[in-house]
């Protein structure tokens, strides 16, 4: 059963950082995208950044880009966010989950699953 289990979320000022990480276990193939959403207050679910655990392939929403990077540990049990800079806007319930990249979009692939996710609030 695969399970993800996201960490690291909190209160900063803006211009401050945080570092997001999601626990993978029970995946039983290797080539799968691990994506970090983004769900603002009174807003839908938006992919932020994603990456290839077989390959280390990255990829970021406009939003981002420049600001937060994505990395998976050696062992492929963790896919961590780094989000530097942040601003306001950033505040919301950050979930990971298996994605894919459609039409210049990160999209949730593969599973019909969302954990609890992990609050990140940025005050102005």
């Known amino acids: 059963e695969v399970q993800l289990v996201e960490s690291g979320g909190g209160l900063v000022q803006a211009g401050g950082s945080l570092r997001l990480s999601c626990a993978v276990s029970?995946?039983?193939?290797?080539?799968?995208?691990i994506g970090w959403f983004h769900q603002a207050p009174g807003k839908e679910r938006e992919g932020v950044s994603c990456?290839?655990?077989?390959?280390?392939?990255?990829d970021y929403a406009d939003s981002v880009k420049g600001r937060f990077t994505i990395s998976r540990d050696g062992a492929r049990n963790t896919v961590y966010l780094q989000m530097n800079s942040l601003k306001p806007e950033d505040t919301g319930v950050y979930y990971c989950?298996?994605?894919?990249?459609?039409?210049?979009?990160?999209?949730?692939?593969?599973?019909?699953?969302w954990g609890k996710g992990t609050l990140v609030t940025v005050s102005s």
């Open positions: 989950t298996q994605a894919a990249q459609v039409k210049g979009r990160i999209v949730p692939w593969g599973l019909d699953y």
């Open positions: 029970g995946f039983t193939y290797d080539d799968y995208t």
């Open positions: 990456i290839s655990v077989n390959d280390g392939s990255t």
